[in-house]
């Protein structure tokens, strides 16, 4: 797991944010993986998608705070969480300040239909140039064709790990744009799904939120956290 700490973005969320921006200036091309416990237990048993997260053209931050945890731990100098839902937001909220270019692909119909109007009422300098809920059967003819229209953010909300390989499979026809997998954020942006009150993101206890209104994501979070804490713990052993 060594490879993956080293990658992630260890600096101030704010600081991030103004890096995204200068980067949708120069007009760049980013990939962004927003990673979690989950992030690096799927890539401990996908080899390809753990070729994916340390490849040179990837940016990981830690969405997670059992991600900063661990890092801070082993000695790595990670800052704080960079959560992807603030990322996803951040994009939107440049987009609108530079007139950038935006497709948004993933959640369900009724989401994706609430983000449109969304963009309209709160980003209407952004230029929403397409629209894709995360149901249809062909999801590589839809990059195929989100490809072609260059757009300078692309925001990809399909979870994990289907969103990263979606990307990375494209990710040579883009010559520019910031591609980010946001994985339940269309959800939470659009009001379908409430974010955790501030208190509880305060002290670092979203992921206790999260569980405590979706009680089916107890059995996701056990299985891949597990597994996390304890292979920290023989990395910290280990020295
Ligand atoms: N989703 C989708 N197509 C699928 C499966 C999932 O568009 O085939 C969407 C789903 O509607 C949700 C997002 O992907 O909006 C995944 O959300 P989840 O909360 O599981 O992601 P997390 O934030 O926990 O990574």
Request: proline content about 4%; aromatic content about 10%; charged content about 25%.
């Amino acid at each position: 797991m060594q490879p993956l700490f080293d990658k992630l973005i260890g600096c101030k969320a704010s600081d991030f944010f103004q890096q995204l921006k200068n980067a949708l200036i120069t007009e760049q091309r980013m990939f962004i993986v927003t990673a979690n416990p989950e992030t690096f237990k799927t890539a401990s048993q996908d080899d390809d998608f753990y070729h994916l997260l340390v490849a040179e053209e990837t940016t990981m931050v830690p969405d997670g705070i059992g991600i900063v945890k661990a890092a801070k731990m082993l000695g790595f100098d990670i800052e704080e969480r960079i959560p992807g839902v603030d990322i996803a937001t951040q994009l939107l909220q440049h987009a609108q300040e530079l007139e950038k270019s935006v497709y948004l692909f993933g959640a369900k119909p009724e989401v994706i239909e609430k983000m449109k109007r969304l963009m309209q009422e709160r980003y209407p300098q952004a230029k929403l140039v397409g629209t894709c809920d995360g149901y249809v059967k062909d999801k590589d003819e839809v990059f195929e064709t989100i490809a072609q229209l260059k757009p300078d953010v692309v925001l990809v909300a399909l979870g994990i790990p289907a969103q990263e390989n979606l990307i990375y499979r494209h990710l040579q026809s883009f010559s520019k744009g910031i591609i980010v997998g946001v994985g339940g954020s269309f959800d939470v942006i659009s009001g379908t799904k409430k974010r955790a009150p501030k208190f509880f993101i305060k002290l670092n206890l979203e992921w206790l939120y999260r569980i405590l209104k979706e009680p089916s994501r107890w059995k996701r979070f056990f299985k891949n956290n597990w597994g996390f804490i304890l292979e920290v713990r023989n990395m910290k052993k280990r020295g």
